[in-house]
């Protein structure tokens, strides 16, 4: 069993930056891939970063590409969420997620999720 609290959401302006983080408790956090996913707006649920177990191998989104960075702390049990350049199209609310397989684009393989973290962006 793994809860997952994210933290570091907040209102910023376009252009400014946010560091999601995400702690784990439980055991064996480097069992698992971690993955952020956000809902904005009347939207679904989409697919934002993953990481792997050991933080080798990251992946993104199209829309974050080269804004946002993933990154783990494994003696921290802590996934984090570096936001740069945000855009008001960025709001949303945040969620971490982990798998006991692979990160995934799809929510599928994801075993845990946290409560989401709010991030609003203005114009």
């Known amino acids: 069993q793994v809860q997952l609290v994210e933290s570091g959401g907040g209102l910023v302006q376009a252009g400014g930056s946010l560091r999601l983080s995400c702690a784990a408790s439980?055991?064996?956090?480097?069992?698992?891939?971690m993955g952020w996913f956000r809902r904005g707006p009347g939207k679904e649920r989409e697919f934002v970063a993953g990481?792997?177990?050991?933080?080798?191998?990251?992946e993104y989104a199209d829309s974050v590409k080269g804004r946002f960075t993933i990154s783990r702390d494994n003696a921290k049990n802590t996934v984090y969420l570096q936001m740069t350049s945000l855009k008001p199209e960025d709001t949303a609310v945040y969620y971490c997620?982990?798998?006991?397989?692979?990160?995934?684009?799809?929510?599928?393989?994801?075993?845990?999720w946290g409560q989401g973290t709010q991030v609003t962006v203005s114009s």
């Open positions: 439980g055991r064996n956090f480097n069992w698992y891939s």
């Open positions: 990481i792997s177990r050991s933080g080798a191998a990251t």
């Open positions: 997620a982990a798998s006991s397989v692979s990160y995934s684009h799809s929510s599928a393989p994801y075993n845990y």
